[in-house]
């Protein structure tokens, strides 16, 4: 028996309890909880009649396929923007699904009506949803955009069934975006548009109808802090792809990471910058994060990491400030890298190479606001650090990498050749690496072995004479 009841469910993970509650036990989220009408099934699972039913039920076995013969890969359209085919692990699917999550204002309407436009004008057939803005808003931006020609079906509504409808009625159609997920509603559903059950039911038609005439569907999610409304964690593991939108509001770049995807790829990544006449594609990134760095006199506590994201190299300059000591207890902040690894690469620092990093504040940050998640970026922020701490220039034309252990010892890292090339291409003559790089097809001059944190600092011309050092652990070969 079901009781008519409330049910309260979790906006931001999606689990249902009987009463409200603050946090929600099952994801820990706070405020996350809301009332939705509906009832909280009391009735065991499976009844007698239930195990009656099932008696009754015959059914033939399960036809088995050999795990040999493949499929060929799925064929691919391409959106006319390189980086997102490249997130997208080469380009959209037929009845491939998307989630586009991403904060509000970050671009995603932006960015999809600049592929709808690509996707349009290599002769398909698309159409745009939009529960958010108007069709006057949609043409001044896609004007803007030097999309107005573009033959792109617009629909300013938010209704999930007609959108479905559309997709089921059109023969050729082959992409639709919903923008955004949050703001449709399915029929017979009765919460409200953007809680859970909604997002789930709409989202739900929707991509059954997608699967149904092969057209690849992007749906759009809004990512909220406060859960008020359903992040789009409960979409996640219905969708064949979750891509994320990010970048700081006031910084230009954008960056658009592959968390997950069935047809490619996870980490695939692609970077844009937002511009006047919208989205940009930076097909080289390194260049827009070293930015900075072009035509400046060395400076201390700087470091240039050389970091391979999204399978392919980026170089990204880690940035350290170390204050003098104080009674007071020491702050310690972190942009763009974790703050306990920091607080592990002081120790490290202190304990292995006897700096004296305690009862100082030190803040470390990661130029361009890009968050850097790689074990091997210890070694360029150590290198910051100390650059930070003993007021001396690492050298400008030298990139880091590898992995901090506890006892010091400095771990090779994936792709080494590959960051080494990419900054041999940016123009850096110097690396302060771990020393497993074998390859004789190295171009980049100079490579210092550091296998161990100690040798970082007791190579003091890596922070004493930038330009003129000879290093001890010259590689030639
Ligand atoms: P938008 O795509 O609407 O973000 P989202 O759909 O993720 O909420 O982007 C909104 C921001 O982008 C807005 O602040 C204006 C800016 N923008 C530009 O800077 N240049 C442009 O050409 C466009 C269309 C938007
Ligand atoms: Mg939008």
């Known amino acids: 028996m079901a009781r008519s009841t409330s049910r309260f469910v979790c906006q931001s993970c999606g689990s249902v309890t009987g009463r409200w509650s603050g946090k929600c036990e099952s994801c820990e989220a706070w405020n996350s909880i809301i009332e939705e009408p509906g009832s909280l099934s009391t ?153 859970v059950a909604q997002v789930r039911a709409s989202a739900q038609v929707l991509i059954a109808a997608a699967k149904r005439s092969n057209t690849a ?64 594609e930076v097909p080289n990134p390194s260049t827009l994060f070293l930015a900075e760095r072009q035509g400046r006199d060395p400076v201390t506590g700087a470091a240039v990491f050389a970091g391979f994201r999204g399978a392919r190299p980026l170089l990204v300059e880690v940035q350290a400030l170390v204050g003098a000591p104080s009674p007071a207890s020491p702050r310690r902040a972190v942009v763009g890298w974790d703050s306990a690894r920091l607080a592990m690469t002081l120790a490290v620092l202190e304990s292995r190479a006897g700096l004296p990093f305690s ?59 590959s960051r080494l090339d990419e900054a041999e291409r940016l123009g850096f003559a110097e690396a302060a690496v771990p020393s497993e790089i074998k390859s004789s097809r190295l171009r980049i001059t100079k490579i210092n072995r550091i296998d161990n944190l100690v040798q970082l600092i007791a190579a003091q011309p890596l922070l004493k004479a930038p330009k003129t050092s000879d290093w001890a652990n010259r590689y030639d070969e």
């Open 43 to 195: 009735a065991p699972i499976g009844g007698t009649k239930a195990t009656a039913a099932r008696a009754k039920i015959r059914t033939s076995p399960l036809p088995l396929e050999p795990l040999a013969g493949g499929n060929p890969p799925p064929p691919r359209t391409s959106t006319g923007i390189q980086e997102l085919d490249r997130a997208l692990g080469g380009g959209l699917v037929p009845g491939g699904v998307t989630l586009l999550g991403g904060d509000p204002g970050i671009g995603k309407s932006t960015l999809l009506l600049q592929a709808l436009g690509g996707v349009a004008n290599a002769g398909h057939e698309v159409v745009y949803v939009s529960g958010e803005e108007g069709i006057d808003q949609i043409r001044g931006r896609a004007e803007r955009l030097g999309l107005a020609e573009a033959t792109v079906g617009l629909a300013a509504a938010t209704s999930a069934d007609a959108a479905a409808a559309t997709i089921s009625n059109s023969k050729n159609l082959k992409l639709i975006v919903i923008d955004s997920i949050q703001t449709m509603y399915a029929e017979g559903v009765e919460s409200a548009p953007g809680s």
């Open 359 to 417: 009862g100082r504040d030190v803040f470390l940050s990661v130029a361009g606001g890009l968050k850097l998640e790689e074990p091997a970026a210890d070694l360029a922020a150590a290198a910051a650090l100390v650059s930070a701490l003993l007021e001396r220039p690492a050298p400008s034309e030298c990139i880091f990498y590898g992995e901090l252990a506890l006892s010091g010892e400095v771990r090779p890292a994936p792709q080494a050749k």
């Open 217 to 280: 569907l992007v749906l759009v999610g809004h990512v909220t802090k406060d859960g008020a409304i359903a992040g789009p964690r409960v979409l996640e593991h219905m969708v064949d792809a979750v891509l994320y939108f990010e970048g700081d509001a006031s910084q230009h770049y954008r960056i658009l990471r592959a968390v997950k995807n069935r047809f490619g790829p996870a980490d695939a990544l692609g970077v844009f910058e937002m511009t006047g006449l919208g989205l940009k």
